[in-house]
């Protein structure tokens, strides 16, 4: 039997299997290298310290309000933008499976 009968099919796989596990180990070290960027992780664990470990007398109260309305806005913020991020990956994905097929169907199209 002739290699070359088997093409079409080592293509599909490498475009829906091969491809797809490598593309999803790439977004998911994408996540976590912003997370990391984003410190968002670090936002959350800090989120009751005060903000520049302030502790003198009278302005430990102060610091731990204004480290909690700061790394809310931060926190917000690097939600929102993770967000978009995995809104992204999710259309990048939905398109690179959808490629082979609207290539195909581009052919047959009046």
Do not use: C, H
Request: charged share 15%.
């Amino acid at each position: 039997m002739n290699k070359y009968f088997l093409l079409p099919l080592l293509i599909i796989k490498f475009w829906y299997v091969d491809s797809v596990v490598s593309l999803f180990g790439f977004f998911v070290s994408l996540n976590r290298t912003f997370l990391q960027l984003f410190s968002l992780p670090l936002f959350v664990k800090t989120f009751f310290k005060p903000l520049k470990n302030e502790y003198r007398q009278g302005l430990v109260g102060f610091s731990r309000a204004m480290g909690i309305v700061i790394k809310t806005i931060f926190i917000l913020v690097d939600l929102f933008i993770f967000w978009v991020v995995l809104l992204s990956e999710g259309f990048v994905f939905v398109m690179y499976l959808a490629f082979p097929i609207l290539t195909i169907g581009i052919f047959f199209m009046k």
